[in-house]
């Protein structure tokens, strides 16, 4: 499955496709750690100093797969569930359903380990997250069959910041 993963087409975007992930420049397994975000903690878009000093935590993840197209870097995180049908709208649904808090603290790991800092540099940088549905890749002639692709707009990682801030100012 996971062969056949790297070696399909896979759909990053409505009007981009890559010919096969194990052609890109890619890190497997990338660990990324950050404060666990409080009010305390400087936002996305601020002036950040030293770094972070995080008093209470910090949030520890490992991204599957991160890589670079066209001087864009992406992250995708192998999913090996079974569901009826890997077609887009099946797989947003389950995504939603099942995924949505692990993308939104992945993403803002991504954002925070590239050290992008504003929307523009975000524009520049940041192509989009994909959970790769290793059941329904290379199954369909669509190459977005078994894939999940969004790319947020800059305000939407913001937000994703402020409920993770919530999430810590409860914790």
């Avoid at 601020?46 to 992406?74: N, P, Q, T």
């Avoid at 995708?76 to 949505?100: F, H, P, Q, T």
Wanted: proline share 4%; glycine share 8%.
């Amino acid at each position: 499955m996971v062969f056949k993963t790297l070696t399909s087409p896979i759909a990053v975007a409505p009007d981009r496709t890559i010919v096969a992930l194990a052609r890109c420049r890619n890190s497997r397994e990338m660990e990324f750690v950050f404060p666990f975000p409080e009010t305390a903690h400087p936002k996305l878009g601020s002036a950040i100093g030293g770094g972070w000093i995080a008093e209470r935590g910090y949030l520890k993840g490992f991204m599957d797969f991160v890589f670079e197209d066209r001087g864009l870097i992406y992250f995708a995180d192998w999913k090996s569930d079974l569901l009826r049908a890997y077609d887009s709208a099946s797989i947003a649904d389950y995504v939603r359903s099942n995924y949505e808090l692990q993308a939104r603290i992945y993403t803002v790991g991504v954002i925070r380990l590239l050290r992008i800092r504003n929307e523009a540099e975000y524009r520049r940088r940041f192509g989009g997250l994909l959970y790769v549905f290793l059941r329904g890749v290379g199954t369909n002639v669509d190459p977005s069959h078994g894939i999940y692709f969004h790319r947020p707009d800059w305000n939407e990682i913001r937000l994703y910041e402020a409920e993770l801030m919530k999430l810590g100012d409860q914790a």
